[in-house]
């Protein structure tokens, strides 16, 4: 096993891992460590059932099922997230930190890649521990006391639409169903490493707490534009049968729509944690 960095701002690559069996202990524990200091792991050349994926999602928590997604038939926990060539909208292109509108959010997303485009498809990743550490303490301190509203509602016009023509190519329930909505703190303190994230995004957040959308949005906007600076993101480029595992807690990422004509596949897990103390 050997891990070596994927971009400076986050992420690394996992090499001479099968995946396909169980892992050891050390090698269990090895893989946790990374993922705590590089925050998104990708395992090139795996050969990979859905079983499979739901058993690596449980080294890092529990498969939780997704809101909006149908499961892969036979297989609860495992999503199917499909572009087809017809497809004009992709599931998730835009900034976004998965489903922070439900209480208790992933602690970590896995996709795995079963059928790729020639060229284009690749995934950004953004730390939010380096958009938080970039703002002046002036505005830590300020945003330290606010939470932020997040809410199911906005997915339709951030390119998460599960209504309407995405909904062609890819299984989903539950979309007439109330909008969810949280709240969460908009510095939120990591419960593994102790370092603060950003915690605010496009997709969902709607406004801070106490105030209306309106008041809002303004600061609201400067952070969205903020936290995907260059400096922050890494770019990962798929490969075919590969894993990304990202920990939705101190990471964003923005799925890149420009391949159109052709298909993607990709098998998702959704993955929540096993207690309170780290979620």
């Known amino acids: 096993m050997q891990v070596r960095p994927l971009g400076s701002a986050l992420g690394a690559v996992v090499d001479e891992l099968n995946l396909s069996t169980e892992l050891g202990a050390d090698d269990r524990q090895r ?46 926990g495992v999503t199917e997230v499909i572009k087809a060539e017809h497809d004009e909208i992709n599931f998730g292109g835009v900034w976004h930190s998965d489903t922070t509108y439900t209480p208790n959010p992933p602690v970590a997303s896995l996709l795995y890649s079963r059928v790729l485009p020639p060229v284009g498809g690749d995934t950004l990743f953004a730390n939010m521990y380096m958009a938080w550490d970039a703002l002046s303490p002036g505005l ?47 510095a939120r303190v990591h419960p593994v490493t102790g370092k603060t994230a950003l915690y605010v995004n496009s997709a969902h957040t709607k406004n801070f707490e ?30 075919p049968d590969s894993i990304a595992i990202w920990d939705n807690r101190c990471t964003q990422h923005y799925a890149l729509n420009d391949y159109h004509g052709h298909r993607r596949v990709m098998h998702r897990v959704t993955i929540e944690s096993r207690n309170a103390e780290t979620r």
Do not use: C
């Not at 809410?151 to 909008?179: C, F, I, P, Q, W």
């Open 210 to 239: 106490g105030m209306t959308e309106e008041e809002s949005r303004p600061l609201l906007e400067f952070l969205f534009t903020h936290l995907k600076q260059p400096e922050f993101v890494t770019r990962l480029q798929w490969q």
């Open 140 to 186: 830590q301190r300020l945003l330290r006391k606010r939470n932020g509203v997040s809410t199911s509602a906005l997915r339709s016009s951030t390119g998460n639409n599960m209504r309407g023509k995405y909904k062609r190519s890819m299984k989903v329930e539950h979309v007439d169903n109330n909008d969810l909505t949280a709240t969460h703190p908009v």
């Open 31 to 76: 893989v946790l460590d990374a993922f705590a200091q590089y925050q998104m792991l990708f395992f090139p050349a795996q050969s990979l059932t859905p079983d499979d994926l739901k058993r690596i999602a449980g080294y890092f928590g529990n498969v939780a099922q997704y809101p909006y997604a149908a499961d892969l038939a036979g297989h609860p």
